[in-house]
């Protein structure tokens, strides 16, 4: 068996157009989060952070992301998140349904690097080792031509082996170099977010102690209330 596959996801927790109620929540939300990505195993980058109006409160966040099975782990928090309590900035408001989104930001396609824009050229390894290293040009230097980025990998005495992690190295060496690109776009993209679907939401939290009373949109209850309804009719 191979190993697992590591792949790359950008999240966004957003408050849309909401007032400091939801900035606070998204900074309620970022804590949830990551405290769930770390039990995960997940490796995480704060890529950026736009601060609210009140203290400790954001307006947006966006995260990267970098783990195994990316995708089922995020199905449990994209979309809409519900909390449910009393502002903390107006105890008098009469409002008690608040809502924030996490959206899953689309790759640029700056990150994708295409097998005909490298080159390899096959060198002397060099380091420890001794002859035995030096005998052969094993060790592989990828060059990525757009960006003119460049790696060296001598790892492995075959120069089939070096090449395969030359390409993964320099793939993750562009995206760090087009980091900045990436920030500008995300403004560009959280404008599609900043109206907010209110139905159907994904979680729900109540009260100010988050951890405690989460509620998980699984409709597990709702199942099972319809399984004995069921069972009954047919008894009677």
């Not at 947006?60 to 995020?74: D, M, W």
């Not at 899953?104 to 097998?115: D, G, N, P, V």
């Not at 900043?194 to 409709?219: A, C, H, Q, S, Y």
Request: net charge positive; aromatic share 6%.
């Amino acid at each position: 068996m191979g190993k697992p596959l590591i792949n790359t996801k950008i999240i966004q927790i957003t408050s849309g157009r909401g007032p400091a109620e939801c900035c606070w929540i998204v900074a309620q939300i970022l804590k949830q989060f990551l405290e769930a990505v770390k039990v995960n195993g997940i490796d995480y980058k704060i890529l950026q952070r736009e601060t609210g109006i009140e203290n400790l409160t954001l307006q947006s966040v966006t995260v990267q992301l970098k783990g195994t099975n990316l995708s089922r782990f995020l199905s449990q928090w994209t979309g809409t998140i519900q909390w449910i309590g009393t502002s903390t900035f107006r105890p008098q408001h009469k409002r008690k349904n608040w809502f924030v989104g996490l959206y899953e930001i689309r790759k640029s396609e700056q990150f994708e690097i295409l097998e005909k824009d490298i080159t390899y050229q096959a060198t002397k390894s060099s380091g420890p080792g001794g002859q035995h290293v030096n005998k052969v040009s094993s060790a592989i230097r990828a060059t990525h031509l757009p960006t003119k980025t460049q790696v060296l990998v001598m790892d492995s005495r075959s120069q089939h082996q070096n090449r395969k992690i030359a390409k993964v190295r320099l793939q993750e060496k562009v995206a760090e170099v087009q980091l900045e690109a990436l920030q500008s776009g995300i403004k560009n993209q959280c404008k599609n977010h900043l109206t907010l679907e209110r139905g159907n939401p994904i979680k729900v939290f109540k009260g100010t102690d988050f951890k405690k009373n989460t509620i998980v949109k699984n409709f597990k209850k709702q199942r099972y209330a319809l399984k004995n309804e069921l069972r009954n009719q047919l008894n009677n």
